[in-house]
């Protein structure tokens, strides 16, 4: 008999916690988990652990097993809840899981989860003293492990809370801490579930350690604990689709106590509004948390719209809202606790589905005290971001121009750009600058995927002179995201394992010798075959935490399907990351690091970052971060600026991503002869994220 812990992160969790026993089946797609589930004999002993959103949820037993060659069947009652607050089972639950003192751990999941390295798994099993033991083969979820270790700092941190008291008679109370961050849950009541035209309703948020509606998508929010505080404030920016307006204030804060699972309270009240756009079908609010101006967590609720549904006319016949059911799938966890701020932090939600109009906030340390929890602002373009941007790169994107003239049109739609930008946060960058505010970051938190923030270029005419500086991308060290499920990018990116793909034929010059770089620089291998089917199964169980793409990429037409080129001139389209399972499922195992060095094959537009493209497709795959060129670069540049990247990131332990980045655009702008390829880069993270190896 072999007792078993399995790891699961099932999409339908609810329905695992049903009262009595539940049949599931398991897919297992991985070769090793096929083996390992080869292995499950009759009589064997199961507890299953369930998370979502990277928290546990439940422990459950498994009364009845049977296993076949590419599946897992499972007969589950629960066994006991789990304290979220700090992520683990209850005493009680511990004294329920002795039988699995010498459990054999390993991870069944939609998504299989990767494994530990062994000397992780050795400090992983000291640190889970309480826990069932025996994890000798390190096949523990490396997601959950983390997640396990820092919630253990927070539990001892919890339970070993000391309150010194100053002076003979007591005096002030000091909260002494061992850990940086408490974990809570985003919450939001809505006094209805309808709402009809015209009508307004109560919105509540809160934070605390009880998992949100089922009508509800969340990710969990990872909190820094100020040094000498149990209290803090947070940010919450309560956000809405139309037809929903918020009436008052949309930023508020609410004060969480490190010692107290539940914070106070952030009340808001929303209108829905009379007109209903065609083309809207669904509408949303969406309750951001931040912290040092950074996305810490969020809270959705969505709304579908019921038309010929009752209620009064919209101008087009009767419609309501009604709750949603929420999404779901699982939410990426990640720890983005960092000491450092960003200088300057946009987050702007889209309002409508044209990406024209958008809510805006633009937050800053530099402010005043009474602006500490950021500025509020509309943000409304003349057509859609996407047709806007076309427009402006229209002539630099030109292949018949000449050196002179591309480099006129790339400065020239860089001012243009700036003065696209949203006017909260032109109003706000000039104000640093005019108080002289020492700004080094600048990070773009975004819905809106189209306009390129780092070539804009600031420009103004004050008291009757005109000012212009060097573009964002270059002045500052800037880092966009574009995530749409909200979670933070991290802030540390650490290397293990590295994964090459560099295509014999169609090659790009160096191409191979790239391939053979990054793998030696990051203990890695290069793909060989580099065809679309080998990523694939090579992804599947790949480990690897940086892919590296050097080869050719296209796209018809501007802003049209965008594609890489791999071995026999394949054609591997954005859209189609997503049917492929192993990737798909390498991407949410391991969130590596993403670098596209694709070299267009001829200048054919504003390409390779396009929002339906790779960048997008990869950060809602749970990727940790992107470089991508935005339109068609030079293959031997392209390797000079992946070498730069990446010996600079590594042999300079404080270079951040977004200062490297900064560099390398700089180059652009300044040397000659112009190569544009050194402004084509754009990197979605954070632009204070290090690279590590190990």
Known sequence: MIY????LNPVDWRAMLKAGATEHRIDLQSPRLQ????????????????????LWVAVLQADRVKADEQSLSLATSPLAAVDISVGLPTAAVREQLSFLRHTRMVSFSRSPLRSLPSRDGERLGRLLDELPQGIDEGLLARRIAESWEERLSLRDRLSDREVARSGPTGGS???????????????????????????????????????????????????????????????????????????????????????????SLADYVVTVNEALPENVESASL???VTQKGRPRGFVSRAFDIVRGGGGRGGGRGGWILRAARGDDGFDAFRSITTELEPDLTVFVRSTEPELRDFSCVVQTPHLGANERRGIEGEWRLPQSSSSLVEQYMGDFIDDKSTDFLRRSALVGAGIQLFRAAPDV??????????EAAPIATVFIISEEPYLPWELMIPNRISEGVSQRRDPLG????????????????????????SLAVAPEVPSVAHGADEAAYVAGLFRGTALDPASIENLDNTMRDSEAQLVHFACHGSADGRFANQELRLEGDESLAAYLL??????RDGLARDRPFVFLNACECGRSGVALADARGFPQVLLNLQAVGVIAPLWGILDTTAFEIARDIYDTALGDPTARLGEIMARVRRRAYEDDPFDDTFAAYAYYGDPLARISVG
């Open 578 to 583: 997503e049917a492929l399972s192993g990737v």
């Open 474 to 497: 270059v002045e500052f060290a800037l880092g966009r995201w574009t995530g749409r499920r909200w979670g933070g990018p991290p802030a540390e990116i650490r290397i293990n394992r």
């Open 425 to 434: 946060f032109r109003e706000v960058f000039w104000r640093l600058i005019d």
């Open 4 to 7: 078993w812990s399995l790891v």
């Open 173 to 263: 109370a000091e909260f002494r801490r061992r850990a940086e961050s408490v974990i809570r849950v985003p919450h939001l009541s809505v006094t209805q579930n309808e709402l009809l035209p015209g009508q307004s309703a109560g919105v509540q948020f809160r934070l605390d350690v009880g998992l949100p509606d089922q009508t509800d998508q969340f990710a969990p929010a990872v909190l820094d604990v100020p040094l000498r505080k149990a209290r803090f404030d947070v940010g919450v920016w309560l956000a809405a689709t139309v037809p929903l307006s918020i009436e008052g204030e949309a930023l508020r804060t609410v004060e969480v106590d490190a010692r107290q699972p539940r914070s």
């Open 286 to 288: 969406l309750a951001l």
């Open 35 to 54: 083996e390992l589930a080869r292995q499950v004999q009759e009589g064997d002993r199961f507890a299953v652990y369930v998370t979502y959103a990277g």
